[in-house]
């Protein structure tokens, strides 16, 4: 999830090599080059991100803090190492920086879920929850001040498996939840497109679209818009 991103003029990615760039967005120039030492790990594939000048990218003991004008390293994290790496990207949550590792768990300030995160699903950070798509059960949300579990959307086996060795039950999510009026919409692997209630984790509605869903829905007024993995494009509208 080789994700580019943009701050104060700056666009700063990397590539799988474990190479991050910082260009000028204006011209294009190399502004600088910092090459992220994961200790043997051959690839880099999680997302990047930035927020207030500073610059974060990597993995486990790679995963460190950049200086977004200088290149100059912060701070690199030493509480937690990668282990297959994952495809999700970085997530600011207040002072607080989101990571994780395939078959691992869920980091933020080295406090660990337990949950099979080898899943492409970004979280979605509000004042109160962090919530998040697993590969096995379903849709998390954690509290924010915490991240103690704060409640649990358990969906139906998926239709296809994406995670690697996976194997029944899977209840896999792939795609990122989005909020919208106090309920969390997600498509889901087992061909489902669900309606969360944000507070307590209630399904309120769900709609069987009867293929895996692969694509983030996307929300606008009072319409939705998802895609199955069939090929089809689908609008909802609420009244």
């Known amino acids: 999830m080789n994700?580019?991103?943009?701050?104060?003029?700056?666009?700063?990615?990397?590539?799988?090599?474990?190479?991050?760039?910082a260009l000028d967005a204006e011209s294009g120039k190399l502004l600088w080059r910092r090459y992220i030492n994961l200790n043997g790990y051959p690839y880099l594939t999680e997302g990047v991100t930035v927020d207030k000048g500073i610059a974060y990218a990597g993995i486990g003991t790679?995963?460190?803090?950049?200086?977004l004008k200088t290149g100059q390293t912060i701070w690199t994290n030493k509480?937690?190492?990668?282990?297959?790496?994952?495809?999700?990207?970085?997530?600011?949550?207040?002072?607080?920086?989101?990571?994780?590792?395939?078959?691992?768990?869920?980091?933020?300030q080295q406090k660990e879920l337990s949950a099979n995160l080898d899943v492409t699903s970004t979280?979605?950070?509000?004042?109160?929850?962090?919530?998040?798509?697993?590969?096995?059960?379903g849709v998390f949300a954690l509290?924010?001040?915490?991240?103690?579990?704060?409640?649990?959307?358990?969906t139906s086996p998926s239709l296809v498996y994406t995670a690697p060795y996976?194997?029944?039950?899977?209840?896999?999510?792939?795609?990122?939840?989005?909020a919208s009026q106090g309920v969390v919409y997600?498509?889901?692997?087992?061909?489902?497109?669900?309606?969360?209630?944000?507070?307590?984790?209630?399904?309120k509605e769900k709609y069987n679209l009867g293929v895996p869903v692969f694509s983030t829905v996307a929300v606008s007024g009072n319409r939705m818009i998802v895609c199955d993995f069939a090929g089809n494009v689908y609008c909802f509208a609420s009244k």
């Open 3 to 21: 994700t580019i991103v943009y701050e104060n003029g700056i666009v700063k990615a990397q590539d799988a090599a474990c190479n991050l760039y």
């Open 62 to 67: 790679g995963l460190s803090a950049y200086d």
């Open 79 to 108: 509480d937690w190492k990668q282990r297959e790496g994952a495809t999700t990207t970085l997530t600011i949550a207040g002072n607080v920086l989101i990571s994780g590792t395939q078959w691992g768990g869920l980091y933020g």
């Open 123 to 137: 979280p979605f950070v509000t004042e109160q929850e962090i919530v998040f798509g697993t590969a096995d059960r």
């Open 143 to 154: 509290d924010k001040s915490t991240l103690f579990n704060k409640w649990k959307a358990e």
């Open 166 to 178: 996976s194997s029944t039950p899977q209840a896999g999510v792939e795609t990122s939840p989005v």
């Open 186 to 203: 997600i498509g889901a692997s087992d061909g489902y497109l669900y309606a969360i209630d944000q507070a307590t984790g209630i399904i």
